[in-house]
């Protein structure tokens, strides 16, 4: 990752945020602009994010970057009954746009995505000693109080004055 923050908070649970990714040297570098939306259940075991791409005034198109489109990622975590660790589900549908090379595209499907998924349970082991020195009261994933939400036109979805 190069950069992830938060645009615009649209309500406790959803947010449109910015995030950048470093492709391998002769790939132009990507970025997305997505709603993203999480709820959490915790009497129940259930831990549930997904996002998708739109369009923000507030994160306009950069020359430095190929603005790649998220159709539909999320993550779903699910308490295993009786047993430590859950189980986790990762999903994802995306357009990266421009040229990429289909020996990269593989490579990220067949090494690069297992690579991240160690990584996350690895970090995951550790999270409760790190959470409990930084910022230990800030947990917006349990916050998914509904506010009104805002329109923000998707790649897909022609503006009304279009």
Do not use: C
């Amino acid at each position: 990752m190069i950069k992830g923050y938060v645009i615009e908070m649209l309500g406790k649970g959803v947010e449109i945020g910015y995030y950048s990714a470093k492709m391998p040297m002769g790939i132009t570098n990507r970025d997305f602009v997505n709603l993203r939306a999480w709820k959490a259940s915790p009497k129940k075991g259930e831990w549930i994010i997904f996002n998708h791409s739109v369009k923000h005034k507030d994160a306009p198109e950069n020359k430095s970057f190929v603005r790649a489109i998220s159709i539909r990622t999320g993550y779903f975590l699910k308490k295993i009954e009786g047993k430590p660790g859950v189980q986790f589900i990762y999903y994802s549908q995306s357009d990266p746009k421009g040229w990429i090379p289909s020996w990269v595209m593989n490579t990220v499907g067949t090494k690069v995505a297992p690579q991240i998924i160690d990584t996350l349970h690895n970090v995951s082991l550790k999270y409760k000693d790190w959470k409990a020195n930084n910022n230990p009261d800030h947990k917006p994933w349990l916050e998914t109080e509904k506010k009104k939400k805002k329109k923000h036109k998707t790649e897909e979805e022609p503006a009304a004055d279009e």
